[in-house]
């Protein structure tokens, strides 16, 4: 994939696309140092992702967020140090697809592209915490546990199967076809949907949903063979 890397910090826009760079999945890395700039370069080249700072000088971060989310289809994952919950919220509220706290930016970005390449989000713990903590909380569901499940999809739900059944990662990439990286990926969506923080919590949803509506579902692969 391309990407356009907006950020004003020199040393850390240096060390993210050195590392983005290095990842198999990644074929050439733009940089901006402002929203102007990285604006610019969208209007000029293709792009498959943006990974946006959220502060900047000029147009900022949440503004040039809502420009790219509300002219293109363009995912955009911010990186920011910002944990208070407003700002979370804004940043949701902005379109932005994902969020990822820069201390453990170059450890999870891997990850964090291929949810957001896949058509998934990615909003790690603490953010999801905040956004939970936000008045009102307009981005996490309150709903009750069957109404979690049933916003999951075909393969989220047979991952979670998986994971009810005591599976580990290389297990389930065997039984459903697909590689390691993905299973991670599904596995941090379905935490999120679920609104819980570890697979214990999730597999215990999917035990007490099961009767109910779930039974259908099992730890298999799709007829269609489709992720």
Not at 38 to 50: I, N, Y
Not at 217 to 225: A, E, F, N, T, V
């Amino acid at each position: 994939m391309d990407l356009l890397l907006i950020e004003d910090d020199q040393a850390y826009q240096l060390a993210m696309a050195s590392h983005l760079r290095q990842l198999a999945a990644v074929r050439e890395v733009w940089v901006a140092d402002d929203g102007e700039q990285g604006l610019e370069l969208l209007a000029s080249r293709p792009v498959d992702l943006v990974l946006l700072d959220l502060v900047l000088p000029g147009l900022g971060g949440l503004a040039t967020c809502r420009r790219i989310t509300t002219t293109t289809t363009l995912p955009v994952l911010i990186l920011t140090s910002q944990e208070d919950p407003l700002w979370v919220q804004r940043i949701w509220d902005a379109g932005a697809r994902g969020y990822l706290h820069k201390e453990r930016a170059l450890a999870q970005v891997a990850l964090a592209l291929a949810s957001l390449q896949a058509g998934a989000s990615w909003w790690d713990q603490k953010a999801t915490a905040a956004l939970q903590r936000s008045d009102p909380p307009q981005a996490i569901a309150t709903t009750d546990q069957s109404e979690r499940l049933n916003g999951l999809t075909q393969r989220e739900r047979q991952v979670l199967a998986c994971l009810a059944a005591g599976d580990n990662n290389r297990a389930i990439a065997q039984k459903l076809g697909i590689g390691e990286g993905t299973v991670r990926s599904h596995v941090h969506v379905l935490l999120q949907k679920l609104q819980v923080s570890n697979r214990t919590q999730a597999a215990l949803i999917w035990l007490a949903g099961k009767r109910l509506n779930e039974a259908t579902i099992s730890c298999r692969p799709s007829i269609d063979g489709q992720p």
